[in-house]
């Protein structure tokens, strides 16, 4: 297959519960890339991609990469950190856009803002999207949430599952909007 000038991926993080959280609270991330997207939400594109996984708040775990609690907010910046992880090892030079629901996460991930909490897990994707920078056109754009945007709505179903610590239903079965 020839290569793409420019993929997609899309990024979300879910919490069932985001007041009063902390390190047990129970939050996923996921994320999924698609060739062939418009970006206008209609579901055209081809989801090549899709990983998806529990906040990690533990800082004995392997896996832990800064997340003090499970929250709506680590889990977006979860979703960014793996999914700019996945690009550094396995997406070579091509073009990106990065499409999330939470501009939090894109602006403190691009560096526009600063982080107030959880800042070792900010630094954390700060340094990841500047890497990525590096090696390649990186961009990220807003999409609303909630709103019937099939890959968005992917990227949320992903993510839901795994707070729930349930596996995702394949792509072919999964109707956008069902988490």
Same mark, same amino acid.
């Given at each position: 297959?020839?290569?793409?000038s420019k993929i997609s991926i899309y990024v979300d993080g879910s919490c069932e519960e985001n007041k009063n959280v902390t390190s047990e609270t129970s939050a996923g991330w996921g994320f999924c890339v698609v060739i062939g997207d418009t970006g206008l939400g209609k579901g055209q594109g081809e989801?090549?991609?899709?990983? +998806?996984?529990?906040?990690?708040?533990?800082?004995?775990?392997?896996?832990?990469?800064?997340?003090?609690?499970?929250?709506?907010?680590?889990?977006?910046?979860?979703? *960014? #950190?793996? #999914?700019?992880? $996945? *690009?550094?090892?396995?997406?070579?030079?091509?073009?990106?856009?990065?499409?999330?629901? +939470?501009?939090?996460?894109?602006?403190?991930? +691009?560096?526009? $803002?600063?982080?107030?909490?959880?800042?070792?897990?900010?630094?954390?994707?700060?340094? *990841?999207?500047?890497?990525?920078?590096?090696?390649?056109? *990186?961009?990220?754009?807003?999409?609303?949430?909630?709103?019937?945007?099939?890959?968005?709505?992917?990227?949320?179903?992903?993510?839901?599952?795994?707070?729930?610590?349930?596996?995702?239903?394949?792509?072919?079965? $999964?109707?956008?909007?069902?988490?």
């Amino acid at each position: 297959m020839p290569s793409p000038s420019k993929i997609s991926i899309y990024v979300d993080g879910s919490c069932e519960e985001n007041k009063n959280v902390t390190s047990e609270t129970s939050a996923g991330w996921g994320f999924c890339v698609v060739i062939g997207d418009t970006g206008l939400g209609k579901g055209q594109g081809e989801i090549t991609i899709e990983k +998806s996984g529990k906040v990690i708040t533990e800082n004995k775990s392997k896996e832990f990469i800064g997340a003090e609690v499970g929250s709506n907010n680590t889990a977006e910046l979860c979703a *960014l #950190a793996h #999914a700019l992880k $996945w *690009l550094i090892v396995e997406a070579g030079d091509t073009d990106v856009i990065i499409r999330g629901d +939470s501009q939090y996460a894109l602006n403190i991930g +691009s560096s526009i $803002w600063k982080a107030k909490a959880n800042k070792e897990l900010a630094l954390y994707v700060q340094k *990841l999207w500047n890497e990525v920078s590096s090696i390649r056109n *990186l961009t990220n754009e807003h999409v609303k949430a909630h709103r019937g945007h099939r890959w968005n709505e992917r990227a949320d179903h992903l993510a839901y599952r795994a707070m729930q610590g349930k596996e995702p239903l394949p792509v072919q079965f $999964w109707k956008p909007g069902k988490r």
